[in-house]
Nanobody, 121 residues
Framework: QVQLVESGGGLVQPGGSLRLSCAAS????????MGWYRQAPGKQREMVAGITSGGSTIYGDSVKGRFTISGDNNKHTVFLQMNSLKPEDTAVYYC???????????????WGQGTLVTVSS
């Protein structure tokens, strides 16, 4: 089994910054890619950013130039640096690991429980 735990959410003023962290535990050996999604109240979950084991990154259009994803596949952690935050960034942020190799076999994906980010003055 693999468990993902996010941290770093909270309340921040518009224009501020937050850094989210996600750590995997369990019998994980590696993941093909890691990423962040978010879901705002009344809206569908959307992709925020992703990073492959090779270091390639992808970002949702609404966060390009403001958010930066980084990760350490050896330490099974992924981070999301969020700058110039806007009220519309308010959402629950979820991390995900995809195509995970574990000691007992492969897992297609795993999700964290989410961390709330609120951008408000």
């Amino acid at each position: 089994q693999v468990q993902l735990v996010e941290s770093g959410g909270g309340l921040v003023q518009p224009g501020g910054s937050l850094r989210l962290s996600c750590a995997a535990s369990g019998s994980i050996l590696s993941a093909n890619s890691m990423g962040w999604y978010r879901q705002a109240p009344g809206k569908q979950r959307e992709m925020v950013a992703g990073i492959t084991s090779g270091g390639s990154t992808i970002y949702g259009d609404s966060v390009k130039g403001r958010f930066t994803i980084s990760g350490d596949n050896n330490k099974h952690t992924v981070f999301l640096q969020m700058n110039s935050l806007k009220p519309e960034d308010t959402a629950v942020y979820y991390c995900t690991f995809v195509r995970i190799t574990t000691l007992s076999g492969d897992i297609s994906e795993a999700w964290g429980q989410g961390t709330l980010v609120t951008v408000s003055s």
